[in-house]
């Protein structure tokens, strides 16, 4: 297969900081912009209380409209295997992105139905996919080819909780007026990432016919099923997500039993990206003094008392304090989790390996969120409930830490 993008040690230094440059606003765009990030309080206010949407049909809608992450790796597939107009990564970068900023501003001309706004925000995040598959895959050959996993890791959370930063008092304020701002907030954001790419992406444009096409997408498939170590971080993480998810849940929570508009919940959001970025700067810190085995057992550790203290979620001011101690925690996971993907990720299949990872993530997020919410609606279980079963899943994965290989987990990073 041939290989568009020169090793990240042969860059330039200016070079590496455009790289860097591409990947911040890459992560960037590709997040905030998201139907499940800004979009969700706006999304889920007016299912809620335009539509009546209940709990279950609520959880339900962004279930389906993150149906393209789910299946993100065959994104990679494409992305790795096949090069458009000689790349790999810019090309599609430029033409999912200019897309999927088309794609929003039609939803601002959406009707308020909820089958029509689920298809037009499908279509939304099948392009946010692509972008996001190729950023990630880039930035693991960034990553890959400068030992920085940990670091690098840090850097792409830390733009994330950046992006919760701002999505709080943002998405607050959007859900309070017309859903039009939304759309086109969104789209804007999105469209960042073509002239980031136009300015700072550069590729050596490369040509092959299609059996040599055919024979890399052949060789991906067959290096990804091989990697063992790979399938290992992948179940580590689908256990940590597999539990009743309790998004949906506390978001009725808030307004329901606590009185809370959609301003305050921004505010809720806000204080956990602040916790995050902390947490951020905290990881970048303890990755080149602890190996990730360590690591990954602290950080699952914090994150189960974190979610356990949502039995406590009864007034607005115990939420504040609940939702910025768990904004540290799941960030901490989501690191050392983040980590140990880009580690066991096989050279060669980034965009593929990678995104296999986050499909992981993605599928049990919010097909467990759905769950959750059904089993409050039909069956009637408890919040608490909730909460203790979704503590006791991840309390799980301390432990089987252990069993993952010293290779990918046994060493700080920087470390070769």
């Known amino acids: 297969m041939a290989t568009t993008t020169t090793t990240q040690k042969q860059r330039p230094d200016s070079?590496?900081?455009?790289?860097?440059i591409v990947i911040i606003v890459g992560v960037l765009a590709t997040t905030l912009a998201q139907t499940?990030?800004?979009?969700?309080?706006?999304?889920?206010?007016?299912l809620k209380n335009e539509l009546h949407a209940d709990?279950?049909?609520n959880a339900a809608f962004f279930f389906w409209v993150g149906l393209p992450w789910y299946f993100k790796p065959f994104a990679g597939i494409l992305t790795d295997a096949f090069p458009l107009l000689g790349s790999r990564r810019r090309s599609y970068i430029l033409i999912s992105a200019g897309l999927g900023t088309l794609a929003w501003y039609g939803l601002a001309f959406t009707p308020h139905d909820y089958s029509k706004l689920l298809y037009?925000?499908?279509?939304?995040?099948?392009?946010?996919?692509?972008?996001?598959?190729?950023?990630?895959?880039?930035?693991?050959?960034?990553?890959q080819a400068n030992s920085g996993s940990g670091r690098l890791a840090a850097v792409r959370n830390f733009v994330q909780q950046a992006c919760y930063i701002i999505n709080g008092p943002v998405a607050g304020t959007l859900?309070?007026?017309?859903?039009?701002?939304?759309?086109?907030?969104?789209?804007s954001i999105l469209f960042l990432l073509v002239p980031a790419t136009v300015f700072f992406l550069k590729e050596q444009k490369r040509y092959t016919d299609s059996d040599i096409l055919l024979a890399g997408a052949?060789?991906?498939?067959?290096?990804?099923?091989?990697?063992?170590?790979?399938?290992?971080?992948?179940?580590?993480?689908?256990?940590?997500y597999l539990a009743p998810g309790l998004a949906t849940a506390t978001f009725y929570r808030q307004q329901n039993e606590l009185h809370m508009n959609t301003e305050a919940q921004g505010l809720l959001q806000f204080l956990s990206g602040i916790a995050g970025v902390s947490a951020a700067l905290?990881?970048?810190?303890?990755?080149r003094h602890w190996n990730l085995r360590r690591l990954l057992q602290v950080c699952l550790l914090i994150a189960t008392v974190a979610n356990v203290a949502y039995v406590l979620y009864t007034t607005p001011e115990r939420a504040r304090i609940i939702e910025t101690f768990n904004g540290f925690g799941y960030t901490l996971a989501e690191l050392a989790l983040m980590d140990l993907a880009i580690r066991a990720t096989p050279a060669g299949s980034e965009g593929l390996g990678f995104s296999l990872m986050m499909s992981v993530r993605n599928l049990a997020l919010f097909g467990t969120d759905w769950f959750g919410s059904r089993l409050m609606d039909q069956f009637h279980i408890g919040y608490n409930s909730l909460v203790y079963a979704n503590t006791a899943t991840t309390l799980m994965t301390v432990p089987l830490v252990l069993l993952l290989p010293k290779l990918i987990v046994g060493r700080r990073d920087a470390q070769a």
């Open 15 to 20: 070079a590496l900081i455009h790289a860097a």
């Open 36 to 46: 499940q990030l800004l979009g969700r309080l706006p999304l889920q206010n007016l």
């Open 55 to 57: 709990r279950t049909a």
């Open 120 to 143: 037009v925000s499908l279509v939304i995040n099948t392009f946010m996919v692509v972008a996001s598959t190729v950023v990630g895959g880039y930035m693991v050959e960034v990553a």
């Open 175 to 187: 859900a309070s007026i017309a859903f039009g701002w939304t759309a086109a907030a969104c789209g």
């Open 218 to 240: 052949y060789s991906q498939l067959g290096k990804i099923a091989s990697a063992r170590t790979m399938w290992a971080a992948a179940g580590l993480s689908a256990l940590f």
């Open 282 to 287: 905290a990881y970048g810190y303890a990755c």
